[in-house]
RNA sequence: GAGCGCGUAGCUCAGCUGGUAGAGCAACGGACUUUUAAUCUGUAGGUCCUGGGUUCGAGUCCCAGCGCGCUCACCA
């Protein structure tokens, strides 16, 4: 955090920007309550890896809590807790799993007494849990993580337990409305485990004990008769009580959640108001859309994944995407990450010659915890210092038609001499994005022909034309003997062009041909700059298997792999 | 049925606490490159969904309407 600064501090106490709007909310939840410290939770439920949408969350609840830092000059302490609900019964076998089998057996124990079918950690809940942590270990997030199952085992939740069997009709009162007829004749906010299957069950409860803490139910298959406690991990509860039971018992004081839960929100404060507590603050954030307008979840598969976002982008301008906007649905989909990596590039560049006010509502500023990292700027010649657009790279990796950074790189350096990835690893990061999205969007949408036979005698004495220059990286010769083939082979007719010397110029088909049959591109990069970089003698070779046909073979089973896929 | 959000240039969208409409892409023109990419630069393009209200002043705030989209009502 940074050190306490009196212009930042005033700035703070006005700043708009919602993190702040938030912040401000918890200070006079604060000042209402008189606690000394301020609890955020996030909720997390370990039947499935952690997504976008965990990310985004822990991501925003982050910015909430240093915007509340700096309003509150960092006096109150704070706490974020990664909750993961990892008591849940097994419902069904996830897909993406090995040892289906080993699952299906387990179904309706908790997650935590499920095997693990990775066979790497102590149950499935413990695999998912050690995955959601490693993942935001790897974003850097500061934050505690707690598990539903060693809560309810340690008692931790048993006050909490005892005085919701209390108001039992209270809770009972708030949740039965909310549900149809038949669900509500069964319902009940605990869920016993079977003391012989360890079946998380959901059964009608006979009789509430309260003095005993105990429930009465009947084993619908058996038909045997159960009491069991509901303390120490005997049963937990359904998952609107739970979430408010949670509240309760840890002192949550701030939780957002999707806008699919809104009700569920309501109900759970409700229940969290019936325990005489006040519901933590928060908001509703909006679902993120996939590609036709439909929500993502997980069940579906579609929209993006971090890892996809990672391939494109920076984990900086996934942070960006949760900053903007969290009250409004966005698409979530590929092409929106070139976009969100520039206005990243853009904040941050801002950002130094930026005041107090505005800095605090520069994005980068949530993004980096209040200090963010000097910008990357890159010396053009003769031009001021400024970031290398992602948007440019993009550009340059399509024309200089690569996988390879090093290839990307000379294009770079012809812009900015003193640039390499030692000195600009924030840039070198963009280049292998770029590369990417080359491999993944450009490449597939190539179109090679086969050369017709005129350009194939050209491009053959094009070849025996470059020999010569093996190892010559002189963009200007290379360029001059590309212009030499082309006068002889396809002349100018317009008598438009004209070299520098008055000679007949150089027909358009000659570089569309090259561009065409080489590159797979209607468009391409001044050829001599191209064969300078990519070098003379690949660049024969290149030319070599167009001739041959491969080029355009090649690019048919790539395409077709990709189709297969 | 209930709730949430959106409607601004051809497209995608910015417009923070009300003060003369902005960006990127696309289009068209120019510079540079021997005529192709990048880069630089110029031009054009908008009843800010509609109708009221508050105000000296509304894209922005309030009300109503129209249109579009999403979510929830079994479980989490």
Same mark, same amino acid.
């Given at each position: 955090m940074t050190p306490p600064d009196p212009d930042l501090l005033s700035a703070a106490q006005s700043a708009s920007a919602w993190p702040f709007e938030e912040a401000k909310k918890l200070v006079a939840r604060i000042a209402a309550s008189g606690k000394r410290e301020v609890l955020f939770e996030?909720? !997390?439920?370990?039947? %499935?890896?952690? &997504?976008?949408?965990?990310?985004?969350? *822990?991501?925003?609840?982050?910015? *909430?809590?240093?915007?509340f830092r700096v309003l509150t000059e960092d006096k109150i302490p704070t706490r974020l807790v990664a909750f993961s609900d990892d008591m849940d019964g097994l419902r069904k076998v996830p897909d993406n799993v090995p040892n289906k089998e080993l699952l299906a057996a387990n179904l309706? $124990? @908790?997650?935590?007494?499920?095997?693990? @079918?990775? %066979?790497? &950690?102590?149950s499935f809940g413990a695999h998912n849990n050690a995955r959601l942590r490693a993942f935001l270990d790897s974003f850097g997030f500061e934050y505690e993580f707690m598990s539903a199952t060693e809560c309810y085992r340690a008692g931790r939740f048993d006050a909490t337990l005892r005085l919701m069997l209390e108001r039992y009709d209270d809770v009972m009162g708030i949740m039965l409305p909310s549900l149809r007829a038949e669900r509500s004749a069964t319902y009940s906010p605990f869920l016993p485990l079977h003391p012989k299957t360890g079946h998380v069950m959901q059964v009608p409860i006979d009789e509430v004990r309260r003095e005993a803490a105990t429930l009465v139910?009947?084993? @619908?298959?058996?038909?045997?008769?159960?009491e069991t406690s509901v303390l120490g991990g005997g049963a937990k509860l359904q998952w609107k009580p739970d979430w408010a039971m949670r509240w309760v018992a840890l002192g949550v004081d701030y939780e957002m959640a999707g806008k699919d839960l809104i009700d569920s929100v309501k109900l759970s404060s409700e229940i969290a108001r019936a325990l005489g507590a006040a519901p933590p603050d928060g908001f509703n954030y909006e679902l993120f859309l996939d590609e036709k307008g439909q $929500?993502?979840? $997980?069940? $579906? %598969?579609?929209?993006?994944?971090?890892?996809?976002?990672?391939? !494109?982008?920076? @984990?900086?301008?996934?942070?960006?995407?949760m900053y903007n906007k969290p009250r409004e649905a966005k698409r979530l989909f590929f092409d929106v990450i070139p976009r969100q990596v520039d206005d990243y590039l853009t904040f941050l560049e801002k950002y130094p010659a930026q005041d107090s006010k505005l800095?605090?509502?520069?994005?980068v500023w949530h993004i980096h915890a209040g200090a963010p990292p000097a910008p990357e700027l890159v010396q053009g010649a003769g031009e001021r210092a400024a970031t290398i657009s992602f948007a440019m790279l993009l550009n340059l990796v399509a024309v200089a038609n690569t996988e390879e950074p090093s290839v990307l790189w000379g294009f770079i350096r012809r812009y900015a001499p003193g640039a390499s990835p030692q000195t600009h690893p924030v840039l070198d990061r963009l280049v292998t994005h770029a590369l990417a999205y080359y491999r993944d969007f450009v490449r597939p949408a190539k179109a090679y022909r086969a050369p017709s036979e005129a350009e194939r005698a050209a491009l053959a004495e094009l070849s025996e034309a470059l020999a010569p220059f093996a190892g010559s990286t002189d963009a200007e010769a290379l360029q001059a003997a590309v212009y030499e083939v082309g006068r002889s082979h396809f002349p100018d007719t317009s008598g438009k062009a004209k070299s520098p010397d008055g000679r007949p110029g150089v027909s358009q088909a000659w570089f569309s041909a090259i561009y065409q049959v080489l590159l797979g591109e209607a468009r391409g990069p001044r050829f001599g700059s191209f064969v300078a970089l990519y070098g003379v003698a690949e660049t024969r070779a290149l030319i070599a298997k167009a001739l041959a046909g491969e080029l355009l073979?090649?690019?048919?089973?790539? *395409?077709?792999?990709?189709a297969a896929a």
């Amino acid at each position: 955090m940074t050190p306490p600064d009196p212009d930042l501090l005033s700035a703070a106490q006005s700043a708009s920007a919602w993190p702040f709007e938030e912040a401000k909310k918890l200070v006079a939840r604060i000042a209402a309550s008189g606690k000394r410290e301020v609890l955020f939770e996030t909720g !997390y439920g370990p039947s %499935g890896l952690p &997504h976008i949408g965990t990310f985004g969350e *822990v991501a925003r609840t982050t910015m *909430v809590r240093n915007a509340f830092r700096v309003l509150t000059e960092d006096k109150i302490p704070t706490r974020l807790v990664a909750f993961s609900d990892d008591m849940d019964g097994l419902r069904k076998v996830p897909d993406n799993v090995p040892n289906k089998e080993l699952l299906a057996a387990n179904l309706n $124990k @908790p997650l935590t007494a499920v095997p693990d @079918p990775f %066979g790497t &950690h102590s149950s499935f809940g413990a695999h998912n849990n050690a995955r959601l942590r490693a993942f935001l270990d790897s974003f850097g997030f500061e934050y505690e993580f707690m598990s539903a199952t060693e809560c309810y085992r340690a008692g931790r939740f048993d006050a909490t337990l005892r005085l919701m069997l209390e108001r039992y009709d209270d809770v009972m009162g708030i949740m039965l409305p909310s549900l149809r007829a038949e669900r509500s004749a069964t319902y009940s906010p605990f869920l016993p485990l079977h003391p012989k299957t360890g079946h998380v069950m959901q059964v009608p409860i006979d009789e509430v004990r309260r003095e005993a803490a105990t429930l009465v139910w009947r084993d @619908p298959e058996t038909g045997e008769r159960f009491e069991t406690s509901v303390l120490g991990g005997g049963a937990k509860l359904q998952w609107k009580p739970d979430w408010a039971m949670r509240w309760v018992a840890l002192g949550v004081d701030y939780e957002m959640a999707g806008k699919d839960l809104i009700d569920s929100v309501k109900l759970s404060s409700e229940i969290a108001r019936a325990l005489g507590a006040a519901p933590p603050d928060g908001f509703n954030y909006e679902l993120f859309l996939d590609e036709k307008g439909q $929500k993502i979840s $997980k069940s $579906k %598969g579609n929209g993006l994944t971090i890892e996809d976002w990672l391939t !494109y982008g920076t @984990p900086e301008s996934l942070s960006l995407f949760m900053y903007n906007k969290p009250r409004e649905a966005k698409r979530l989909f590929f092409d929106v990450i070139p976009r969100q990596v520039d206005d990243y590039l853009t904040f941050l560049e801002k950002y130094p010659a930026q005041d107090s006010k505005l800095r605090l509502g520069n994005p980068v500023w949530h993004i980096h915890a209040g200090a963010p990292p000097a910008p990357e700027l890159v010396q053009g010649a003769g031009e001021r210092a400024a970031t290398i657009s992602f948007a440019m790279l993009l550009n340059l990796v399509a024309v200089a038609n690569t996988e390879e950074p090093s290839v990307l790189w000379g294009f770079i350096r012809r812009y900015a001499p003193g640039a390499s990835p030692q000195t600009h690893p924030v840039l070198d990061r963009l280049v292998t994005h770029a590369l990417a999205y080359y491999r993944d969007f450009v490449r597939p949408a190539k179109a090679y022909r086969a050369p017709s036979e005129a350009e194939r005698a050209a491009l053959a004495e094009l070849s025996e034309a470059l020999a010569p220059f093996a190892g010559s990286t002189d963009a200007e010769a290379l360029q001059a003997a590309v212009y030499e083939v082309g006068r002889s082979h396809f002349p100018d007719t317009s008598g438009k062009a004209k070299s520098p010397d008055g000679r007949p110029g150089v027909s358009q088909a000659w570089f569309s041909a090259i561009y065409q049959v080489l590159l797979g591109e209607a468009r391409g990069p001044r050829f001599g700059s191209f064969v300078a970089l990519y070098g003379v003698a690949e660049t024969r070779a290149l030319i070599a298997k167009a001739l041959a046909g491969e080029l355009l073979a090649e690019h048919q089973a790539f *395409v077709a792999t990709r189709a297969a896929a």
